[in-house]
């Protein structure tokens, strides 16, 4: 026989609740405190252009949601009066993000200031739309007793995601999946109930680093993202990025020079080089894990697909230098080695492709975990509501 709410009114406050319809003005506090950490109230109406009045019953609103704290009195230093200091309440909502890959679904659960609660990996049974999306309907029935105000799910994916008005977040394609133009938010949206976005994995990783990552207080930045493929997600005046077609960051074919070819038959790209696959058929490899191990030790065919690598990467590095102004580049993914061995060679690379005037971009090297994509889709969850 059913259950029923009153047998379990635990699980019906857990289904009942849903992320409160927010003002603008209290979206901006809390995208503030969210971002930047403890404010006091004074500091915040400073920063926001609001009323002592109003902020304060703003707050407070927000406080009885749930999702900020009051954490206590400090001197505001403009006038030297006392002021309540806020901070975001993690505990005040729950989101879940999904990567998928052709064979797996990786999942993190994090509090509303993106921090990791839990990672899971599992197979998944196919790669049909039906059963990708019956995994993750489990996934979130099951994290559900974790997470009693889950708020949103992320979903991110290496392929081309475009928005559409009726269908929403609509996959192009993804040749690691099998999948063309496919309405995955919608469906995931009728298996759960909950709000869903869909996101290349790259973009979803940008939009991480840009908020509370290696790209954090940046106006302008780019990620790489270097493994089997070569991506790039760019933020511009705080903005991520997101083009006329939902393909930002396709920096794969860009000419670097040279004869290689890449697995489309292009002459000189950077996929020629700076990918796992080309570095592979460049030192006549099958395994990268030994090709870097290889490297490191200073074996001379396996160092050199390193070099041309980094020398590919520096080059991709000058060209959105010149393009945007960048202000950081985070470079990350499964290849990072590339950088790590031959940071002088990517140095070298966009220092000779750069305009003499232009200011180089500082170049950040963050450590690599594949789950980092699954924490990536929980941000745009997030994102998508605050």
Known sequence: MASTSTDHPEQSQREDWTWPSLREAQRAILLDVLLHGRRS???????????????SRLTRELSALGLVAETGVQLDGA????????????EGAQFLG?????????????????????????????????????????????????????????????GDVHREPERGDVVSGSSFLGWEETPLQQLLVSATGLPVTISNDVQALTTAHHWFGA??????????????GIGCGIVVDGRRVHGAHGRPGKVGHLAVGGDA?????????????????????????????????????GDERADRAFRDAAAALGTVIATL????????VVVTGEALAVAQLHRDTV??????RLDPVSVPPEIVLHPFRFTDYAWGAAVTAIHSLV
């Open 215 to 228: 790209g954090h207080g940046t106006r302008s930045l780019a990620v790489l993202g270097v493994g089997e």
């Open 261 to 297: 070819r890449c697995d489309q038959g292009h002459r000189g790209c950077v996929s020629a080089y700076a990918t796992v696959p080309a570095m592979l058929r460049a030192a006549g490899a099958s395994d990268f894990a030994a090709l870097e191990a290889a490297a490191r030790s």
């Open 321 to 328: 230098a010149s393009l945007i102004d960048i202000e950081r």
């Open 347 to 352: 140095d070298a690379a966009l220092r000779a």
């Open 79 to 90: 006038r030297g009066r006392p002021s309540e200091t806020l901070e975001i309440a993690p």
């Open 98 to 158: 999904f990567k998928l890959t052709g064979t797996s679904l990786y999942t993190a659960l994090t509090d509303l200031s993106a921090q990791v609660v839990l990672i899971e990996s599992e197979q998944l049974p196919s790669r049909e739309v039906g059963d990708v999306v019956d995994s993750m309907r489990r996934a979130t029935d099951r994290l559900r007793e974790r997470a009693p105000r889950l708020a949103a799910i992320g979903v991110c994916l290496a």
């Open 41 to 55: 109230r004074a500091e915040l109406g400073r920063r926001i252009g609001m009323t002592r009045a109003s902020l």
